[in-house]
C-alpha cells in the first residue's frame, strides 16, 4: 500500500520568515495530494490540495509543489506568523478509488514572536 | 467550521466494553470516511461509506463497523475495546467518491480513552 513519509518531525521559524515541509510518497498510481493544518483539540483543516497533472498551486502565503518523478511533494508558507503555528500533515490518495487519504506522521511548526 | 459534528467529544470505556461513535456529515455531502489518530501520529483510515454501503477499508479488524444513514449521517461501532483503541476518532465529509469526489472536510473528533 501506500507510505507517505513527511519532514521535519519539529520545525522553528522568526515570525515573518518561511517554512517548508516535505513528503515523498511510494505509490505511483497517486494523484491528489491535501495539507492539513490540526490546531490542538481541533480535526485536521484542509489548508491547499494539488492534483497530479499540477505541478505548483499557490493560494496566499501559502503553496505546494509537487514533482511526480521524484514523488515528493512540499508546503511553502511566507511570511509566517504565529498563527500559522500547528501540527501540519501532508496526504496522499488516488482519485477514481475510495480516496483513502494516507497521512504523514505530521510536523510541529512553531513560528517564534 | 467545516460543518461536519461528531459525538460525543471525549469517552472513556473500559477494555472489552462497546462504543457508538457518531458524525453528521456536511450538508449536501453523501461520503463518509472515518479515520483513527493515535497521540503524535496521522490519521490512519478505517473505513469509508457511500451512499449507505462500505466503499473501502483500511487495515482494521472487523470489530470496527460502521453504518451510514439515508441522511448521509454515520455511526463508527468498536466492539471488544482495548487499551490500544484510545485514540481520536474523526470523521471526513465529501460529495461523491472516486474521481469525481469532493475534498474531505474533518469534524473536531471524538477523543476515546480505554481504559
Known amino acids: 500500500g501506500e507510505n507517505v513519509e513527511q519532514h521535519p518531525s519539529t520545525l522553528s521559524v522568526q515570525e515573518g520568515d518561511s517554512a517548508v515541509i516535505k513528503c515523498t510518497y511510494s505509490?505511483?498510481?497517486?494523484?491528489?495530494f491535501p495539507w492539513y493544518k490540526q490546531e490542538l483539540g481541533k480535526g485536521p483543516q484542509l489548508i491547499i490540495d494539488?492534483?497530479?497533472?499540477?505541478g505548483e498551486k499557490k493560494d496566499q502565503r501559502i503553496a505546494v509543489t509537487l514533482n511526480k518523478t521524484a514523488k515528493h511533494f512540499s508546503l511553502h508558507i511566507t511570511e509566517t506568523q504565529p498563527e500559522d503555528s500547528a501540527v501540519y500533515f501532508c496526504?496522499?490518495?488516488?482519485?477514481?478509488?475510495?480516496?483513502?487519504?494516507?497521512f504523514g506522521s505530521g510536523t510541529q511548526l512553531t513560528v517564534l514572536p | 467550521e467545516t460543518g461536519v459534528t461528531q459525538s460525543p467529544t471525549h469517552l472513556i470505556k473500559t477494555r472489552g466494553q462497546q462504543v457508538t461513535l457518531r458524525c453528521s456529515s456536511q450538508?449536501?455531502?453523501?461520503?463518509v470516511s472515518w479515520y483513527q489518530q493515535a497521540l503524535g501520529q496521522g490519521p490512519q483510515f478505517i473505513f469509508q461509506?457511500?451512499?449507505?454501503?462500505?466503499?473501502g477499508r483500511g487495515n482494521f479488524p472487523p470489530r470496527f463497523s460502521g453504518l451510514q444513514f439515508p441522511n448521509y449521517s454515520s455511526e463508527l461501532n468498536v466492539n471488544a475495546l482495548e487499551l490500544d483503541d484510545s485514540a481520536l476518532y474523526l470523521c471526513?465529509?465529501?460529495?461523491?467518491?472516486?474521481?469525481?469526489?469532493?475534498?474531505?472536510?474533518f469534524g473536531q473528533g471524538t477523543r476515546l480513552t480505554v481504559v
Open positions: 471526513a465529509s465529501s460529495l461523491g467518491t472516486g474521481s469525481l469526489g469532493t475534498e474531505a472536510f
Open positions: 496526504a496522499a490518495s488516488i482519485m477514481g478509488s475510495a480516496r483513502q487519504l494516507t
Open positions: 494539488i492534483r497530479s497533472n499540477v
Open positions: 505509490d505511483s498510481a497517486s494523484n491528489y
Open positions: 450538508s449536501g455531502h453523501n461520503t
Open positions: 461509506y457511500y451512499r449507505e454501503e462500505e466503499n
